[in-house]
């Protein structure tokens, strides 16, 4: 059993950054993919980004890029988001998430909120 715990959100204003983190204990961590989606009230939880056991491979969604970095220290057992040029439509919980096969996440973190403000 792998438990997540993220932090690092809060209040910004549009065009500012965040960096969240995501804690992960319980599991071989450096084996699993790591990744973030985010959920507004109302609509699916969508895809944000993801990052391999290993670091050399990332993904993100088309809104995010050029924006948002993943990166990982598996040293650590973190997984970090840092978040820059931040939109109102940012906005959202996020959630960390691990996955033992990339694309299907088997263990999700409780989520923490980014609000953008315009």
């Known amino acids: 059993q792998v438990q997540l715990v993220e932090s690092g959100g809060g209040l910004v204003q549009a065009a500012g950054s965040l960096r969240l983190s995501c804690a992960a204990s319980?599991?071989?961590?450096?084996?699993?993919?790591m990744g973030w989606h985010r959920q507004v009230p109302g609509k699916e939880r969508e895809f944000v980004a993801a990052?391999?056991?290993?670091?050399?491979?990332?993904n993100y969604a088309d809104s995010v890029k050029g924006r948002f970095t993943i990166s990982r220290d598996n040293a650590k057992n973190t997984v970090v988001l840092q978040m820059n040029s931040l939109k109102p439509e940012d906005t959202a919980v996020y959630y960390c998430a691990a996955a033992v096969f990339r694309g299907s996440y088997n263990w999700w973190g409780q989520g923490t909120q980014v609000t953008v403000s315009s």
């Open positions: 319980g599991g071989t961590f450096s084996r699993l993919t």
């Open positions: 990052i391999s056991w290993t670091g050399g491979s990332t």
